[in-house]
């Protein structure tokens, strides 16, 4: 039972490229979220979905896509990569949307 | 707006015990989460509370004040292994959760 898996683990971006984060869990959660923490801040929400095929925004969505083909996979999608978007992502999941959240390991992106 | 206030920085000596505070205001409240995150890491889940009280689980304690908008994490028996930040979380109205920005703390020897 591997959790929550991220892949990259780090990842350096020049300004306009794109790329996709890739999260999967293998606990059969419905809920998976998608946030990015930047030091000194809280975590904060980027996109979250309630099961396949349904995905809403967070927070702070400007500059991302998401999509939920499946139960297990939740890909975070950067387009047009700017420097406000160096921060550490992370993936998570949850059974119920009151229940505990279950991280991946992250990503930590820069783009210069 | 949606605020989560805790310290920013603490420390504590080993065997000792810490409380660390967060003190909330957001629109609607359905549970407050507590989590630990040791540098570089993903963060873990501690303790959930949506009822005012005590709840106990081994070294960690989490209280939750509704009233006032206020819970803290008690740790006992402090181990080195200890260090790490702790986040406090609010669920609001629509489930979505307000993370605090965390409170390191530092075990002294």
């Known amino acids: 039972n591997a959790g929550v898996t991220q892949t990259p683990k780090f990842r350096i971006l020049k300004i306009g490229q794109s790329m996709t984060l890739q999260c999967t869990q293998d606990?059969?959660?419905?809920?998976m979220y998608w946030y990015r923490q930047d030091p000194g801040m809280g975590l904060k929400l980027i996109y979250y979905?309630?099961?396949?095929?349904?995905?809403d925004k967070g927070e702070v969505p400007n500059g991302y896509n998401v999509s939920r083909s499946t139960t297990e996979d939740f890909p975070l999608r950067l387009e047009l990569a700017a420097p406000s978007q160096t921060s550490v992502y992370f993936c998570a999941s949850s059974y119920g949307e009151r229940n505990e959240q279950y991280f991946g390991p992250g990503t930590r992106l820069t783009v210069t | 707006g949606q605020n989560i206030d805790q310290p920013t920085e603490m420390t504590a000596t080993e065997g000792a015990i810490v409380q660390i505070n967060c003190t909330y205001q957001t629109s609607g409240f359905n549970g407050l989460f507590w989590y630990q995150q040791h540098a570089g890491e993903a963060p873990t889940f501690l303790s959930y509370?949506?009822l005012d009280g005590l709840e106990e689980k081994g070294r960690f304690s989490s209280f939750l004040s509704r009233s006032k908008g206020y819970s803290y994490l008690l740790l006992k028996e402090l181990q080195m292994k200890d260090s790490a930040s702790y986040l406090c979380a609010v669920m609001d109205s629509n489930y979505q959760l307000i993370w605090g920005a965390g409170t390191k703390l530092i075990i002294k020897p």
């Open positions: 509370n949506v």
């Open positions: 979905s309630v099961g396949a095929g349904i995905t």
């Open positions: 606990m059969n959660h419905n809920y």
